[in-house]
Structure formats: structure tokens, C-alpha cells
């Protein structure tokens, strides 16, 4: 048999022989090399980290925007892409980044290698976009008026006579007339008539209709309505009436509903 013949048998039973040793040293080339095509350029350097504790790992820079991270005793390889134009790279759970030629790994934001040193020159990131960010539009804030009050203001113009009738005005500048009966009182408010009869009381005269209490004592008057002071300080107007006459006895007055 040539000796040629002979030496490539030999070579193949070698080979054969010695695949599986092959394979036990180098047990993520296969992994590795899936991985790498998924990138737009093949691995270009792999480094690895030793950590203070005496743990490694290793960190291959796939391509410009990202890196496959292999851990010690891992059966698999993670990607991880770069973020934000900087030196950290992640897949959501694992996160890798440098700081001063050292070396950190993350999972799920808790730290799980620190300060391991990197054992070739760490290659500095490249931007991963080259696209000029559109600056934000400048918006001029217009400030808000301050809002205006919708509430009537309290009337200052003297009611519209009524004879006979006492006219009152309060501190807050409204005003109110009554016309004074033996035990009744008319009260001229705010464009209505109320007729209220006298009820016992403790301090001064008081008139109610159940829901609206007139309350005098000589030239003052206060009125509460439902419970609340509604008119306060009234004193009677100078002009106005004159003196709130005591209750004598008059003729009532029509429609009245006491």
C-alpha cells in the first residue's frame, strides 16, 4: 500500500480519536459561533475579567453596538446590546459595563461580579446611531389669568322706598327695608317680600317665618336665613326710615300669609 494511502488513513483515526478531547477543551466554540452570526460582523475580541473573589468571565465584543457575555460553568452565551451610546450593554436580566478597565455584571439590577480586572485593553464603545436627534421645539408658557370672581357683588344702591318702611344697611354695604306691624314684620329683601311673625325672645324682637329670622334691638337689626348669618351689623339709615318704630297695631297688609 502507498505510503501516502497509509498516512491519511492515519490522519483520519487520529482525527476521529481526538474530536471529543477537542471538544471538552473548547466547549463554547460551537455556542459562540452561533451566536457571533447573528451580529453584522464576526467577533473581533474576547476578553476575559478576573474578580477579586477569583471568579472570571468573559466578554467578546461581537460588534459595535454589542457584546456576548459568557459566564463561568454557563452551557450558553447572552447577548447583550449597547445602550444609550455608552459602555453598558444589556439583554433586560443581565447587564455588563466598565469603569477604569474594571469589570461589573448585573442580574435584574443586583450586582453579581465587581472590580474584576480586564486581562486585554477594553475597546471603546462606538456611537450606535449617527443620526442627529431633532431638537424639541421651544414652547412659550402663556400665563393663566387669574380667574375673575362670578359672584354678584353685594349692592350698595339703596332699595326702592317703601312707605312706611325702616331701611337697614350692613356692614358689607347691602341693605334691606321693614315695615313693622303689631306682631308681624314685611321684609323687603334683595326684590322680595317676606312676611314674618313675631316669636318670644331673649334679647330683642324677633320675627321668623320659619326659615328666615329677623333679629332687632333698637336702631340694629341682623337677619339669619336657614340657620346661617346672612346679614350682620345693620344699622337703620340715616334718612332711611328713622328709627325702627315700636310693634303697634296695624291693619294687615294684603296677600300677607301669616
Not at 50 to 70: R, W
Amino acid at each position: 500500500m502507498p505510503r501516502n494511502l497509509i498516512g491519511l488513513i492515519a490522519a483520519a483515526v487520529l482525527a476521529i480519536l481526538t474530536a471529543p478531547l477537542w471538544r471538552q477543551a473548547i466547549p463554547r466554540f460551537g455556542s459562540l459561533a452561533n451566536n457571533s452570526a447573528n451580529f453584522d460582523t464576526p467577533s473581533s475580541q474576547a476578553i476575559n475579567f478576573v474578580c477579586p473573589d477569583g471568579n472570571q468571565f468573559q466578554v467578546e465584543y461581537a460588534s459595535q453596538s454589542a457584546v456576548i457575555l459568557t459566564l463561568p460553568n454557563a452551557n450558553q452565551s447572552y447577548e447583550l446590546t449597547q445602550q444609550s451610546n455608552t459602555n453598558l450593554y444589556s439583554n433586560g436580566e443581565y447587564t455588563f459595563y466598565t469603569q477604569n478597565e474594571l469589570g461589573f455584571i448585573e442580574r435584574n439590577e443586583v450586582a453579581a461580579y465587581s472590580n474584576c480586572t480586564a486581562q486585554a485593553p477594553i475597546p471603546t464603545p462606538s456611537p450606535t446611531s449617527s443620526a442627529t436627534p431633532t431638537p424639541s421645539p421651544s414652547v412659550t408658557l402663556t400665563p393663566t389669568p387669574a380667574p375673575t370672581s362670578t359672584s354678584t357683588p353685594a349692592p350698595t344702591s339703596t332699595p326702592t322706598p317703601v312707605p312706611g318702611a325702616v331701611t337697614y344697611a350692613c356692614q358689607d354695604g347691602r341693605q334691606f327695608q321693614v315695615n313693622y306691624y303689631s306682631s308681624q314684620a314685611e321684609l323687603y329683601l334683595e326684590g322680595n317680600v317676606y312676611y314674618l311673625s313675631q316669636v318670644p325672645s331673649n334679647a330683642g324682637t324677633q320675627y321668623t317665618d320659619g326659615r328666615i329670622v329677623l333679629v332687632t334691638q333698637a336702631n340694629q337689626a341682623s337677619i339669619d336665613i336657614g340657620g346661617f348669618p346672612t346679614y350682620q351689623g345693620c344699622l337703620v339709615r340715616e334718612g332711611g326710615g328713622g328709627v325702627a318704630p315700636s310693634p303697634r297695631p296695624t291693619p294687615r297688609p294684603p296677600n300677607a300669609l301669616w
